[in-house]
Each structure stands twice: as C-alpha cells, then as structure tokens.
T-cell receptor, first 115, second 114 residues
Framework: ETGVTQSPTHLIKTRGQQVTLRCSSQ?????VSWYQQALGQGPQFIFQ???????GRGNFPPRFSGLQFPNYSSELNVNALELDDSALYLC??????????????FGSGTQLSVL | GENVEQHPSTLSVQEGDSAVIKCTYS??????FPWYKQELGKGPQLIID?????GEKKDQRIAVTLNKTAKHFSLHITETQPEDSAVYFC?????????????FGAGTRLAVHP
C-alpha cells in the first residue's frame, strides 16, 4: 500500500509570487484534503476535493485554489504569496463513502517559506 | 464556533511514567475524535481514534477516553518510552455541507527523559 506523497518537500518563494504544491493520495483513497500548519500550531483546514471538485472549504481567501485529477492526485495553488503564507502544507487522503470516511492519512508536507 | 482546546502545551515525563493529554471541543455534533503524533520533519500520524458511541478505546500502551456530555476527551500513554517524544494533536470531526473536516488542537509537545 502506497502512502500519501507530497512534492516538493521544501520551497522558498518571494512575496507576490505563485506556488503549486502536489500530492498523491494513498492507494485506494478518492478524497484529498489540504491543511496549513503554521509553526507551533495545529493544522488548519483549507479545502477538500472529491470527484475532481471542491466540496468543502475553510476560512482561506480565493487566492488559495486547488485541483484534483482523475487518478485522485491533487494540487494546491497559492497566488500573490504573502509572508503569512509561510507554513507547512499538508495533504491528507481518505476514502469517501466508507464507514470510516473521516479517517485522514497525512503526507509529510511541503515546507513553504515566503521571503 | 468550531474550536478544540488542548492542554498542556508541553509535558515532560520520566521514562516509564504515564502521560495524559486533555482536549475539549465545542461542537456537540462532533462524533469522531482522532489523535495524531507528529515527529520533527514529518506529517501527523494517526495513532488512535474514537467515535462518540464509545467511551474508551485502548491499543497497547495508548488509550483514549471520551466524555460526550462534558465534551472532553483524553489521551493516556502508559510506560512512556523516549521514542514517544513528539508533538501530539487531538482533533474533532465536524460535518459541514456534506463533508467532514477535522478541527485540531494546538498540540502538546511531549518529552520523555531516559
């Protein structure tokens, strides 16, 4: 069974730039959620994708957007980067429709630094 | 609003002692409560979870208890070992608009000293 993989592991950008983070879900999982984890805090929900559509969103501005592909992999895009966007971005996969659909499995994350 | 409070923020124990981390949630509709362990440079790893129709669940040295009336749940680690040192997060699942999302606590940094 393949776990959740994310790329890149680290990224440095400057304010105003755009960034794309990538995630491959765990084998057999069809739902991907993205979380932002600021230093010293718990992860915060950004959005969730199921059947290639966003089906839930947290309190994040529209410059945070995403995609899900037919193979269930996903991208997180952030436009007009701000210094406060510096954080660990976590991707988590799950299986919608299963009795345990809330059970999330996380990747190791992408550490984004905005200078 | 949606909120999970977690205490303590740091916890230091001697190897072999027990460690207890406590969380309180705000949404009475929450019915799934996972605990995650996060080691340096890694993503959160699910270590145990409990659903609202169960009061207690145990897996070897780890146990979780849930008090739905008080909206409290706790993680208990017995016979702690140095490799238990990590940041632990509690979370509560919230169903909103047909999808589930997890609301996390701020984390507890556990240090187990040999």
């Amino acid at each position: 069974e393949t776990g959740v993989t994310q790329s890149p592991t680290h990224l440095i950008k400057t304010r105003g730039q755009q960034v794309t983070l990538r995630c491959s879900s765990q084998s057999g999982h069809n739902t991907v959620s993205w979380y932002q984890q600021a230093l010293g805090q718990g992860p915060q929900f950004i959005f969730q994708y199921y059947r290639e559509e966003e089906n839930g969103r947290g309190n994040f501005p529209p410059r945070f957007s995403g995609l899900q592909f037919p193979n269930y992999s996903s991208e997180l895009n952030v436009n007009a980067l701000e210094l406060d966007d510096s954080a660990l971005y976590l991707c988590a996969s799950s299986l919608a429709g299963a009795a345990s659909n809330e059970k999330l499995f996380f990747g190791s994350g992408t550490q984004l630094s905005v200078l | 609003g949606e909120n999970v409070e977690q205490h303590p923020s740091t916890l230091s124990v001697q190897e072999g002692d027990s460690a207890v981390i406590k969380c309180t949630y705000s949404d009475s509709a929450s019915n799934y409560f996972p605990w995650y362990k996060q080691e340096l440079g890694k993503g959160p790893q699910l270590i145990i979870d409990i659903r609202s129709n169960v009061g207690e669940k145990k897996d070897q040295r780890i146990a979780v208890t849930l008090n739905k009336t008080a909206k409290h749940f706790s993680l208990h680690i017995t016979e702690t070992q140095p490799e238990d040192s990590a940041v632990y997060f509690c979370a509560a699942s919230i169903l909103s608009g047909g999808y589930n999302k997890l609301i996390f606590g701020a984390g507890t940094r556990l240090a187990v000293h040999p």
